[in-house]
C-alpha cells in the first residue's frame, strides 16, 4: 500500500489542537483470525485515541476544537443520539480548553430504560459537567440541528462565545479531515515486507469518519477497497451522503475529488432491527471479540461492524482491516441485552 503523493497543502493550514494520542496502534489479531480459520484480520486502535475513553471522535475534533479556538469561542454545543460518542468527546475537548458545553441528546433509540437513559456515555456527559438538552425527533437532523442554533443564540444574548458543532449535511466537514490525515498515519504503519491490506472495514453513520479516511488513501494514490458499514440508515441513502461528503473535503482542501463513485462500497447487512438495535451477528461478534481478543466493542457502531469484518475474513484468504473507532462506554447502557 505505497503512497504516491503528500496530502493536500491546505490541510497543514487549518487550525488544528493536539486532542488524540497518536499513532493509534495497527494489531494482528492473532487469535480470531485462527477461530475463523481464513483470512488475517487486522484491527486499527482509535479506540485508544484517549482522552475520557477515546475513540474516532477525537480526531475529528482536533479541527473543530481548532476553530471553535480561532474563533475565540467559549461554549460548544452539539447534539447527538443519547448515547453518543461524540457528545461525550465533545464535553471533554471542551473541557481541556476551559470551554462550557451545551448537549442535545436526540431520542434515536426507542427505549426508556434506566440503564440506557443514565448510564455509559451519558453518565460521562453528566460526570464531564455539561448541560444537557432534549430533542424527542430521532430522525430529524436538519431540525436537530435548528434546535441546536436556537439555544446557541440564547447562550449569545447571554454574553457567551457559543460554537455550534452541526451533524447534518451542508456544513464545513472538518472532523473527515482528521480521517484524511488518519490515511496517511495508516499508510506509514503498514509492513511492506507483510501482505497487503486487502480490504478496510469501518463504520459509516455520520459520514466523517468513512469519507475522510476513503478521501485520504485515494488522494495517497491507494485503491484498496473501503467498505463502510451502515450503522443508521440504507446503503442507497448512505451512498449520496459518503460522495456529498467526500466533494465537500475537496473543496474545503481546494483540490478535485479523488474519489469516484464506484469507490464507494456499503452494506447494510447488519443494520437491522436498525440504529442502536442489537442484532444476533452483532452480539456473536462482540462476544468473540471479548473472549478471544480482549476486545470490547459497542453494539451501536464496532459490533455491526466487526460483524461484517468477520464475515468478510471468513469469505477470503486475505487480509481485512477493521478499523476500532470506540465507543466502549455504550458497553454499560446495553448490559441487559448482551447478557442476554
Keep these: 500500500m505505497p503512497m504516491t503523493q503528500t496530502l493536500p497543502p491546505k490541510l497543514a493550514e487549518l487550525p488544528r489542537v493536539p486532542l488524540a494520542h497518536l499513532p493509534t496502534p495497527l494489531e494482528l489479531l492473532a487469535n480470531l483470525s485462527r477461530h475463523i480459520g481464513a483470512g488475517r484480520l487486522l484491527v486499527k486502535r482509535d479506540d485508544l485515541t484517549?482522552?475520557?475513553?477515546?475513540?474516532?471522535?477525537?480526531?475529528?475534533?482536533?479541527?473543530?476544537?481548532?476553530?471553535?479556538?480561532?474563533?475565540?469561542?467559549?461554549?460548544?454545543?452539539?447534539?447527538?443520539?443519547?448515547?453518543?460518542?461524540?457528545?461525550?468527546?465533545?464535553?471533554?475537548?471542551?473541557?481541556?480548553?476551559?470551554?462550557?458545553?451545551?448537549v442535545q441528546l436526540e431520542q434515536r433509540v426507542d427505549r426508556n430504560d434506566h440503564l440506557y437513559a443514565s448510564s455509559g456515555n451519558v453518565f460521562l456527559d453528566r460526570l464531564l459537567g455539561a448541560t444537557i438538552h432534549h430533542y424527542s425527533e430521532g430522525e430529524d437532523e436538519a431540525g436537530a440541528d435548528r434546535q441546536l442554533e436556537s439555544i446557541a443564540a440564547g447562550l449569545s444574548e447571554?454574553?457567551?462565545?457559543?460554537?455550534?458543532i452541526h451533524l447534518a449535511p451542508g456544513h464545513a466537514p472538518l472532523g473527515a479531515l482528521g480521517y484524511v490525515l488518519a490515511a496517511e498515519e495508516l499508510l506509514d504503519q503498514v509492513d511492506p515486507s507483510a501482505p497487503d491490506i486487502d480490504e478496510v472495514v469501518v463504520g459509516?453513520?455520520?459520514?466523517?469518519?468513512?469519507?475522510?479516511?476513503?478521501?485520504g488513501l485515494r488522494w495517497l494514490g491507494c485503491?484498496?477497497?473501503?467498505?463502510?458499514?451502515?450503522?443508521?440508515?440504507?446503503?442507497?441513502e448512505q451512498r449520496e451522503r459518503i460522495l456529498a461528503r467526500t466533494q465537500e473535503?475537496?473543496?474545503?482542501?481546494?483540490?478535485?475529488?479523488?474519489?469516484?463513485?464506484?469507490?464507494?462500497?456499503?452494506?447494510?447487512?447488519?443494520?437491522?432491527?436498525?440504529?442502536?438495535?442489537?442484532?444476533?451477528?452483532?452480539?456473536?461478534?462482540?462476544g468473540l471479540a471479548a473472549q478471544h481478543e480482549a476486545l470490547l466493542l459497542d453494539p451501536v457502531y464496532t459490533g455491526k461492524v466487526m460483524a461484517t469484518a468477520l464475515a468478510?475474513?471468513?469469505?477470503t484468504d486475505g487480509s481485512i482491516l477493521f478499523v476500532h473507532t470506540g465507543g466502549t462506554p455504550a458497553l454499560f447502557a446495553y448490559q441487559q441485552e448482551l447478557a442476554e
Design 50 to 102: 484517549g482522552l475520557a475513553m477515546g475513540g474516532n471522535k477525537i480526531r475529528q475534533l482536533e479541527f473543530y476544537l481548532g476553530d471553535a479556538l480561532a474563533h475565540k469561542a467559549d461554549t460548544l454545543l452539539i447534539t447527538g443520539a443519547v448515547q453518543s460518542n461524540f457528545v461525550r468527546s465533545a464535553i471533554a475537548a471542551g473541557n481541556r480548553f476551559g470551554m462550557r458545553s451545551h
Design 158 to 164: 447571554q454574553g457567551r462565545t457559543p460554537y455550534v
Design 204 to 215: 459509516s453513520g455520520s459520514g466523517h469518519t468513512h469519507a475522510g479516511l476513503l478521501f
Design 223 to 236: 485503491t484498496v477497497p473501503v467498505t463502510g458499514v451502515c450503522v443508521r440508515r440504507r446503503a442507497d
Design 249 to 286: 473535503i475537496g473543496r474545503l482542501l481546494e483540490v478535485p475529488n479523488p474519489v469516484a463513485p464506484n469507490d464507494i462500497v456499503l452494506t447494510d447487512e447488519n443494520l437491522a432491527p436498525g440504529y442502536g438495535r442489537l442484532n444476533d451477528a452483532t452480539r456473536e461478534a462482540i
Design 312 to 315: 468478510r475474513a471468513a469469505e
